[in-house]
């Protein structure tokens, strides 16, 4: 007879390779019950978004092909996970469930209960730290403190980097006697169909564990040698992005951490060490958003800085779709906004151009923009989108100040000086002059004429005046002074 089978529950870390929980139950040679709760527990504002659940699909696709590959196929079930992994130890008569562990403060919670009901039930259960560097209960200042500035954070993690190397993905998997059932990946519907919106998805991306090692490699390999500037240029492909493959947990920052140290900082390229530690840092910023989730568990919704709480946004849903749509008369704003809508990913550069935007011109909370690209981005992650928003509305932790506001024209001249940027993603601009790409109108009547362009008709006029935008902005912002 076998032994009792281990049920390892798959979350955020559809991978095999450095997979702690995975690791251990293969390790013990007894059979491995893969399994993944689409959990219909979660709080109905962050269930995943459209882009998401389009990834989610292939990901679990492509987790559901190498696990079956390594002899224990991946066992789908939709419900509460409570109720779920309670039935399927039943059925399964396994009497061991391990898991690697997440950060939103809903899943904690609910991890945290189970974690006792099934140790009180006699169930051996165990969970792993798969997803961070250091996890957020392992630091804190000298004073006991978590940490509110990045720049210390990062320094006291990563001066030590006492994290284990990243672990082999388990050659064979022992199967169960009889296998549980599963629910068709199809039948979750996560994928759109009416209308099928996911044509820029496709073409843009890869999920799965398999494309996340290509990525970083072609990473490395490539834009990496020049990421420190690179990075800052959304007109080029200088950045790695894994975003949606470390949301995901099919790379682990572990696997990014070594491999990084392993192609850019071991042997003899000094010239590679600020590019790699530039990467790095960014890692660390993923590390910071996580520690401030953990700390500030209601990041999501209420600003960090209780100062920002009356604020007098100026709700105005013409504007906002304005926005959304990337129809704002800005060009590298809505550049942005349609790279978002049609690949699902957006350049951090832009995102700031984007936010301050959104949050500054348009006075619209920080809460509107948090919420749509949680529902368009590929990469919705609730600890780095929440973060990211309360950074650049000036109220987060370590944030830009609210009085810093980005003049859009600068910023696209800036950093996408040639405009490739705005001619791919708004092609009705395309043969405006470089120098009139990101203010169109500016251009006389006959550069436009030339450029085929009737401004207002095919390409908007800016839907407020940079300066009166500023200028609101810095009034409102002053009321809170006052208030303060
Ligand atoms: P790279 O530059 O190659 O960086 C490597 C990795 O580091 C990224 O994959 C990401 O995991 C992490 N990282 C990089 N920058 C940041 C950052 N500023 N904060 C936290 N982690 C970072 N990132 C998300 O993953 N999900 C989100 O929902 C998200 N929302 C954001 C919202 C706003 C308003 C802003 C300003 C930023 C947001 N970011 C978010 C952070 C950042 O824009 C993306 O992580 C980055 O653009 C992803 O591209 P990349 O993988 O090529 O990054």
Request: some cysteine; aromatic content about 10%; proline content about 8%.
């Amino acid at each position: 007879m076998r032994a009792a089978p281990i049920l390892v529950w798959f979350r955020q870390d559809l991978r095999l390779g450095d997979n702690p929980a995975l690791s251990d139950a293969a390790r013990s040679g007894r059979p491995v019950v893969p399994v993944f709760v689409l959990d219909d527990d979660t709080p109905g504002d962050w269930r995943p978004g459209g882009a998401s659940r389009w990834w989610l699909h292939h990901s679990l696709a492509s987790l559901g092909r190498s696990l079956a590959a390594a002899g224990s196929p991946l066992v789908l079930r939709r419900g509460r996970a409570d109720i779920v992994i309670g039935s399927l130890l039943r059925e399964t008569g396994a009497g061991t469930v391990l898991w690697n562990r997440c950060y939103e403060p809903w899943a904690m919670e609910r991890d945290g209960q189970m974690k006792a009901d099934l140790r009180a039930a006699g169930v051996e259960a165990r969970s792993f730290n798969g997803s961070l560097l250091r996890e957020p209960m392992t630091v804190r200042t000298a004073a006991g403190e978590p940490y509110r500035v990045f720049t210390p954070f990062w320094r006291a993690v990563s001066s030590s980097p006492d994290w284990p190397e990243p672990l082999a993905a388990p050659d064979r998997l022992m199967p169960p006697e009889t296998a549980p059932a599963s629910d068709a990946l199809e039948s979750w519907g996560l994928l759109p169909t009416t209308p099928d919106w996911a044509g820029g998805l496709r073409q843009a991306w890869q999920p799965g564990e398999a494309a996340a090692t290509a990525r970083l490699r072609a990473f490395l390999d490539g834009a990496a040698a020049d990421y420190a500037d690179g990075r800052d240029r959304p007109g080029s492909d200088g950045t790695s992005r894994l975003s949606p493959h470390l949301h995901f947990g099919e790379i682990s920052p572990r696997q990014v951490w070594a491999a990084t140290r392993d192609a850019m900082l071991s042997g003899n390229r000094p010239e590679h060490r600020r590019h790699a530690e530039s990467f790095l840092r960014e890692l660390g910023w993923r590390e910071f958003c996580y520690n401030l989730l953990y700390h500030f568990p209601k990041l999501p919704e209420r600003p960090l800085n209780p100062r920002f709480e009356d604020f007098p946004w100026q709700p105005d849903s013409a504007a906002l779709d304005s926005w959304r749509r990337g129809r704002t008369g800005y060009p590298i704003v809505d550049a942005g906004m349609r790279q978002l809508w049609t690949t699902g990913w957006m350049h951090n550069r832009v995102r700031m151009i984007v936010g301050s935007f959104l949050v500054k011109h348009l006075l619209l909370p920080w809460q509107e923009g948090q919420r749509w690209f949680w529902d368009t981005l590929v990469d919705a992650d609730l600890a780095n989108n929440a973060a990211g928003w309360q950074w650049i509305a000036g109220c987060g932790a370590d944030a830009a100040p609210y009085f810093r506001v980005f003049n859009p024209v600068l910023q696209g001249g800036k950093f996408d000086p040639d405009g490739r940027y705005v001619r791919r993603w708004v092609p009705e601009l395309a043969a405006l002059p470089d120098r009139l790409i990101h203010q169109p109108w500016t251009a006389t009547a006959e550069t436009l004429r030339r450029a085929g362009i009737r401004l207002g008709t095919d390409y908007p006029l800016p839907c407020i005046d940079h300066k009166r935008g500023r200028d609101r902005a810095l009034a409102a912002f002053a009321t809170l002074r006052q208030a303060g």
